[in-house]
């Protein structure tokens, strides 16, 4: 599959119209027979006149393994938790921040209210891994604000108290429902907090149970972190969707007068959230390739873990006898490794440009690629006219590509990919031009 955003304008450039015009004329001589296959249509045209469609997939490509940036990993679409260790990446573990809202501003909690009990729960939404190892979680309070609609990233940490409120040693069960109180809900995890937490809630003012605002200021919000594992193949990444049905944090209380109450506090829309990744690559192949030029073999992980950076050193010399017009470029790039089950490729994977600085930028083709499935391997196909043509144009300087995944602040997959010397299916930029 391809995924191609381009904006056109009503009007169309007179370049763009010729090269309209060029393809138009060629797709009407294409059955023509040809005795060369790379050069189509030869035997129509007048020897002073000649069209040559060709075809190059053999260019040079040099790949490098670097290590990703920092991400903008707020309010991600599921929040990550857990720690495993990949038999070829490392350890790479996963911990997040969030703050719950009041579930109602209209909170009657009646007189000298006791909290019973005090329960985290987070519905499932995925995981990533081996979930037959059991994860120890802990959660703590947070004493450092955190806000809606800024900007954070996933190396950074927030001030907590290293006093747990809560903990859990448990197998994690993603597909299995639950009971809560004789109701048959969502999979989700269930942590027990201190009652200590929920009698200062349920005794705090009623200014401060009466907006959101004023309820983040008093408890700050949570933070969730799951142990270490030690083992190679162990452990999974766990995703929680906060905000869907069956994710919140509920007191059970009694007051003076009545028993079986309850209080709740949501994770909606207007709750702050951030993930934060870390990876150790230490005694890996991967940090043995980090930096250094891969041909055979480079590294793609989510979480912040690891990308892929790309050039074509020679891929002006298309330009030796003349102009040219792309009509079709793609960047083929092959999963090599698809043995272990429980570590699939991203689902998909993004290609970024560079700009004078080394920052990523989106290519005129906005090329992201969901992998496809062809007989000689999983394939993530990236188009790539526009960014071919402009550097051969001189429009725009070739700084290099780079291959990342995408969503990685939301997804905890890897890839092994096929680099451009792999014997059996190496990536390639595959061109398709017409000479001028």
């Known amino acids: 599959m391809q995924l191609k955003n381009s904006i056109y304008t009503s009007i169309i450039s007179t370049k763009a119209f010729i090269k309209t015009v060029i393809v138009v004329f060629l797709s009407g001589i294409i059955l023509s027979s040809c005795n060369n296959p790379s050069e189509i249509g030869l035997s129509v045209q007048p020897k002073s006149d000649k069209i040559n469609v060709l075809y190059v997939d053999t260019f040079t490509l040099i790949t490098k393994i670097l290590l990703s940036d920092s991400m903008a990993s707020y309010s991600a679409s599921s929040s990550l938790l857990g720690s495993y260790v990949d038999p070829v990446f490392g350890k790479a573990s996963a911990s997040f921040y969030a703050v719950p809202d009041l579930q109602s501003l209209n909170n009657t909690l009646g007189t000298n209210p006791v909290a019973d009990s005090i329960i985290l729960s987070l519905a499932y939404d995925g995981y990533y891994g081996d979930i037959n190892t059991p994860q120890s979680v802990s959660v703590y309070e947070m004493e450092e604000s955190i806000a809606i609609n800024t900007v954070y990233y996933s190396n950074q940490n ?115 959230s951030v993930n934060h990744f ?86 005129p083709d906005y090329s992201v690629s969901t992998f496809e499935v062809p007989l000689n391997g999983l394939l993530y196909d990236f188009v790539l006219d526009d960014y071919v043509q402009r550097v051969l144009t001189g429009q725009i300087t070739d700084y290099g590509l780079h291959l990342v995944s995408a969503l990685g602040i939301g997804q905890a997959n890897r890839a092994i990919i096929a680099g451009g010397k792999n014997p059996v299916n190496p990536m390639k930029l595959a061109i398709t031009y017409t000479k001028l």
């Open 278 to 363: 870390d990876h150790n690559y230490s005694g890996t192949i991967v940090s043995q390739k980090l930096n250094t030029v891969s041909d055979t073999t480079i590294y793609i992980q989510c979480m912040a873990g690891v990308k892929a950076s790309i050039s074509f050193p020679y891929l002006r010399n298309l330009l030796a006898t003349g102009n040219i017009i792309i009509n079709k470029a793609d960047l083929l790039v092959y999963v090599s490794d698809t043995s272990n089950s429980l570590y699939p490729p991203p689902p998909n994977m993004v290609i970024y440009a560079l700009d004078t600085g080394g920052n990523e930028i989106s290519v």
């Open 158 to 272: 927030f001030a907590y108290n290293n006093e747990a409120i809560g903990s859990l040693i448990f197998t994690p069960q993603p597909n299995d429902s639950v009971s809560v109180g004789g109701v048959m809900q969502a999979p989700q995890l269930r942590i027990k907090l201190n009652n200590s937490l929920a009698n200062s809630i349920l005794n705090a003012s009623s200014a401060t149970l009466s907006s959101d605002a004023a309820f983040n200021s008093f408890f700050k919000g949570i933070y969730l972190k799951a142990a270490d594992i030690s083992s190679s193949g162990k452990g999974a990444i766990l995703y929680f969707s906060l905000q869907s049905y069956g994710s919140g944090i509920t007191i059970y209380f009694h007051n003076s007068t009545t028993s079986g109450l309850s209080f709740n506090m949501i994770f909606d829309g207007g709750s702050a």
